[in-house]
């Protein structure tokens, strides 16, 4: 099993960015994914959520209105697109198969800073 982040780098607030994961050994298009965070010296934070199917999406408030959650089954890759970044969305962004006790990726950084 493998989730490989990509996208992550150095934003300036207000820019955005495209983060990509890539999922290899399991059912994908069966699975519930979810994209977190860990700001440093904080608690992982739930960002957003899809249902196996895309038919459905959930976003924590602070980043409600913009960032997108989006997959893409027939390629087995989950997307958040992420726009109006600002210097709170510092963070290592993961993502996740199943839940807490699924599958996680190795995560990738994003800094917004001026």
């Known amino acids: 099993v493998q989730l490989q982040a990509s996208g992550g780098g150095l934003v300036q607030p207000g820019g955005s960015l495209r983060l990509t994961c890539a999922a290899s050994?399991?059912?994908?298009?069966?699975?519930?994914m979810s994209w977190l965070r860990q700001a440093p010296g904080k608690d992982l934070e739930w960002v957003a959520s899809?249902?196996?199917?895309?038919?459905?999406?959930y976003y924590a408030m602070p980043v409600k209105g913009r960032f997108t959650i989006s997959r893409d089954n027939s390629k087995n890759m989950l997307y958040l697109q992420m726009n109006d970044l600002r210097p709170e969305d510092t963070a290592v962004y993961y993502c996740?198969?199943?839940?807490?006790?699924?599958?996680w990726g190795q995560g990738t950084q994003v800094t917004v800073s001026s």
């Open positions: 996740n198969a199943g839940g807490s006790s699924g599958y």
């Open positions: 899809i249902w196996s199917d895309g038919s459905y999406t």
């Open positions: 050994g399991f059912a994908f298009s069966n699975q519930y």
